[in-house]
């Protein structure tokens, strides 16, 4: 088969999405079939502009190249997955989230601020009620992605999970006295929860921050809190860290903190597992509840500085109950039999 | 359903303000969460224990705190400095706009000449609604070569008010089949609201009124008195029947020119029977209805929209004199005393003796005006508004589709021969109407 995975993203933005791409070509390359991948610039602002790149979206011809048939196209993203092909397939990461569940947030909610954008928001929405049904199959990152299209757009579709880049490279050592926290720096993963929840910890709790800042100032608001509440002493930012690094520290974390909202996966979720570690998430984290059983796999706290800083007290206590989870999440990952294979034995089928 | 009412309120001087947001706003707040947006400097503080009301900068416009809201409402009305701050920021947040005038060219002139200073902006809304002639119309109005009631007759800029518009509302139902021709939005045509008197009030207004039946009769004008309301010709008609002392002229609102106004009392000899008392405190207002006799309420040119003030005038029972023109043309015979436009004051001298020979029958008008109320009961308006919002927010993807569809045709213009884009016009069309519709297009769409 010739397969086309069209997605569409930010030039110079390399992120968790792009990683998918490359990894689902791979996948599929591996499997026997051609595959390439058509990502599409994607602006959204201002958000008169969306509908012009829609428009532009429908406009494709990817049905064929040089004569050649595209067998099945795999659509990803917002709004590359509106391009039309019959033989299209969706595997929905998430749709234009701020025209959804991120409408009203008071950090991630972007069109709200634009005059425009309740009618941008509608035309989003009519477009995605419409224009999705024409795929052949429909699939999504996470249950949580499912369940947020058939809320708003009233579509049924199957999660397919698959597995973090390089999965089997991840690695348990023994833990040390940190707590490890991987995301890019915003307000939506909420770094700023677990700052202050480590001011209300009893224990000496330590966390080590890695990723980048998607703005300067949100890193510095961190640092400025850390320095606030004087716990200069107890974090650690880290900054863009390698693969190897990142693996290395989940390998030697106590275990993972990762209170996002409304995550639509969370492979920080899957990785902390592959490296046989607990999970601290929130109730509102969305993704990581598929796959964190709390007191089992972790410990699922509500989304306040008092209750994450209890989930970590507890951890930090108790380094043997943190050691079982961290096996049982191991297992749990097991159980699940997340693989490319699956996925792309679905998505060609 | 969370709504931002964008109106005048009271204490405006507008009719909008002191009879529409006044009769309506009570029924809309009582089944909906409404925040009333202004601009003005000061709102009656009664008004808060109806409605929330919060303040914005036409120029700032709280954006985030709008689009909380499931539609925004603006009414929009004739008076440039009263509507020009949510007119502004209607055109950029779609919403409903309910249309208190049909003809809005003296609005715009006011608003794109003298206040925001964009002659080219006012150019360009004439040449969009009437291309080359309102193009030439707009400069000549400029030099002062076209009077501004020619062009509003000619050219009333209804639509560029609805620019961009989820939907559209017209208290004219003779308006309605044009409207709904020109506009690019839903349109609809509701009943002007209106709370009236309970009986025994009404009563008691009309126990007043035979008592005090006798000459001299008063005679009402009431309102925003712009040139259009026919003063001049209401003075000429007075002046001109032997009759004349039988009658008081009590002329109750600001003058659009008072000295002109004061110079024809005293050149047609009425200065004993003409009073200018200015624009009335609401107090006041009932003390001069409930006394008066007859209300004269004309318009030419008419700005085609409902009145609230006959309204009024029906809810006290007052007979009344109206122009046989725009929405008064469509009130039901025997509730009004029609005067012709061609024949202003031969129509007006003849109702006045007419009222003279049998003023009973005068009073049997106004009762049977009063009746009519009974269709705008401002509960049903509410059921009738808020249907009207859900539909049109159904259909606001539209609105992008429309901009889109506008860049595309004006984009491919620039570098694509027309023979050479029809077929990528006809599949951009097609495109754009699935994606707004939810529907694939088809030849019959």
Redesign the interface.
């Known amino acids: 088969m010739k397969v086309l995975i069209l997605t569409s993203g930010v030039p110079f933005i390399r992120g968790g999405a792009e990683i998918l791409a490359e990894s689902l070509r791979d996948a599929v390359c591996v499997a026997g079939h051609q595959a390439e991948i058509v990502a599409l610039p994607f602006q959204s602002c201002p958000p ?1 502009r969306i ?2 790149q ?2 532009a979206c ?2 494709l011809d990817v049905t064929e190249t040089c004569g050649v048939r595209i067998d099945r196209v795999i659509g990803l993203k917002f709004p590359a997955y509106l391009v039309p092909h019959p033989h299209k397939v969706i595997w929905l990461l998430h749709q234009h989230r701020t025209a959804y569940e991120f409408w ?1 947030h008071p950090a991630a ?1 972007d069109l ?9 928001r ?2 989003i ?3 995605d ?3 999705i049904p024409e795929a052949e199959a429909i699939y999504t990152l996470s249950a949580n992605v499912s369940a947020r299209l058939r809320r708003f757009s009233g579509i049924d579709a199957e999660p397919l999970y698959n597995p973090p880049a390089s999965a089997m490279l991840f690695y348990k050592d023994s833990a040390k006295d940190y707590f490890f926290f991987p995301s890019r720096i915003n307000p939506v993963k909420r770094q700023w929860l677990a700052v202050q929840a480590l001011a209300l910890c009893r224990e000496p709790v330590r966390v080590r921050f890695a990723g980048e800042a998607d703005h300067e100032a949100q890193r510095a608001e961190c640092v400025r809190s850390v320095r606030e509440l004087r716990l200069g002493d107890r974090v650690e930012w880290l900054g863009m860290v390698s693969e190897q690094q990142k693996r290395d520290e989940y390998a030697n974390s106590l275990g993972v903190v990762f209170p996002p909202v409304d995550e639509d996966y969370g492979y920080v979720t899957l990785e902390a597992m592959l490296s046989s570690k607990p999970v601290i998430t929130c109730a509102d984290s969305g993704g990581p509840l598929e796959f964190v059983v709390d007191r089992v796999t972790g410990l699922v706290a509500d989304p306040t500085p008092e209750s994450l800083a209890q989930a970590m007290d507890t951890l930090w206590a108790d380094r043997r109950s943190a050691t079982a989870m961290g096996e049982a999440g191991r297992a749990r990952y097991a159980d699940l039999k997340i693989s490319w294979e699956t996925v792309v034995e679905n998505l060609l089928r | 359903m969370k709504i931002n009412w964008f109106s005048p309120l009271p204490p405006a001087r507008s009719g909008i303000a002191q009879n529409f947001a006044r009769q309506l706003l009570p029924a809309l707040a009582g089944r909906h969460d409404v925040i009333a947006w202004t601009d003005q400097d000061q709102v009656a503080p009664e008004l808060s224990q109806i409605v929330r009301v919060a303040r914005y900068q036409p120029n700032n416009p709280p954006w985030r705190k709008l689009n909380e809201a499931d539609v925004s409402v603006y009414n929009l009305g004739n008076h440039g400095l009263i509507h020009g701050g949510m007119w502004n920021v209607s055109q950029r947040h779609a919403g409903i706009v309910i249309l208190h005038d049909l003809c809005l060219h003296d609005f715009f002139a006011m608003v794109l000449l003298r206040i925001l200073e964009k002659p080219d902006a006012y150019i360009a809304a004439l040449e969009r609604w009437y291309g080359e002639d309102g193009r030439r119309a707009g400069e000549a109005f400029r030099k002062g070569g076209i009077s501004p009631e020619c062009m509003t007759q000619e050219f009333p800029l209804t639509g560029e008010a609805t620019r961009g518009a989820l939907g559209a509302i017209t208290h004219s139902r003779r308006a309605l089949a044009d409207l709904k021709e020109t506009l690019a939005c839903p349109v609809i045509a509701l009943e002007h609201p209106y709370v009236a008197a309970d009986e025994s009030r009404h009563h008691q207004w009309l126990a007043a009124r035979t008592a005090a039946a006798r000459p001299p009769y008063r005679l009402v004008v009431f309102g925003y008195l712009s040139r259009n309301r026919r003063l001049e010709a209401v003075l000429e008609a007075l002046a001109g029947i032997p009759e004349r002392e039988q009658f008081r002229l009590d002329v109750c609102g600001e003058l659009w020119d008072e000295g002109h106004i004061r110079t024809q009392i005293e050149r047609l000899g009425l200065g004993s029977l003409v009073k200018l008392s200015g624009f009335l405190p609401e107090s006041l207002v009932e003390q001069k209805l409930s006394t008066a006799d007859l209300a004269i309420n004309l318009r030419f040119p008419s700005m085609g929209e409902a009145s609230g003030s006959q309204l009024q005038f029906w809810d006290y029972g007052l007979p009344t004199l109206v122009t046989r023109t725009g929405w008064y043309a469509s009130l039901p015979e025997g509730t009004a005393a029609f005067v012709r436009p061609e024949y202003e004051i031969e129509d007006i001298k003849a109702h006045l003796g007419a009222f003279l020979a049998n003023p009973g029958a005068f009073r049997a008008m106004g009762e049977r005006g009063r009746q009519v109320l009974k269709s705008h009961d401002p509960e049903k308006y509410v059921n009738a508004l808020t249907g009207f919002a859900s539909l049109a927010l159904e259909l606001s993807p539209r609105i992008p589709a429309l901009e889109l569809a506008g860049r595309v045709g004006s984009d491919l213009a620039q570098w694509l021969h027309p023979a050479a884009s029809a077929y990528l016009l006809e599949r951009a069309s097609r495109e754009i109407f699935t994606m707004c519709e939810g529907k694939s297009h088809d030849r019959n769409s």
């Open positions: 008169s509908s012009e829609m428009l429908r406009l009203d909610g709200i601020h634009y005059p425009e954008g309740p009618v941008v509608d035309a929405r009519q477009a009620r419409a224009l």
